[in-house]
């Protein structure tokens, strides 16, 4: 047996290549399983002072992070997704349970899983179950119309709250 031919495919080799797709794996996936920080949160605005508005097209099948300002300073960070009826779903990332450990969710096989305690959440019971607080990510109430998603200014200052230290 030619001992080259066994270094390559055997244990050693098979180890090796399994390391590296590992490693490779964590590093395109951003790290976000181990860290829970969203990738690249869009920052918003409002264009009157009342109203955020996401395009429904900007919103997909994944979850996409955003960001508002709010009045008094304070980042405050919210998620959307669209269920595959196109319905669309959007909550803060932050609960009124675990909130003060600022840790938020990561979306994982659609589900919404909390970085502090590890609950898990449907993605498309978003919006809809999570109505009363407790350990959800926390509610926040949204308008469609004609293709946009409408978040008012007043209910990201409301849970400005939910995000301490982000002055």
Not at 126 to 154: F, H, M, Q
């Amino acid at each position: 047996m030619n001992t080259s031919t066994r270094i390559t495919s055997g244990f050693p080799a098979r180890f090796l290549r399994t390391a590296l797709t590992g490693v490779l794996i964590f590093f395109a996936s951003g790290s976000i399983a181990l860290w829970g920080q969203p990738p690249n949160p869009v920052p918003l605005s409002s264009a009157d002072g009342r109203l955020v508005v996401i395009p429904q097209k900007d919103i997909g099948l994944d979850a996409r992070f955003f960001t508002y300002k709010t009045k008094s300073n304070a980042l405050v960070g919210f998620f959307a997704i669209l269920d595959r009826g196109k319905g669309v779903h959007v909550a803060f990332d932050a609960c009124d349970v675990c909130y003060q450990a600022r840790k938020g969710y990561r979306i994982v096989n659609g589900f919404a899983v909390c970085n502090n305690c590890g609950q898990s959440f449907p993605l498309t019971s978003i919006g809809k179950d999570n109505l009363t607080g407790g350990c959800w990510p926390s509610y926040l109430p949204i308008s469609v119309k004609r293709g946009l998603v409408e978040i008012k200014t007043a209910d990201l200052d409301k849970k400005a709250y939910l995000f301490p230290g982000t002055r």
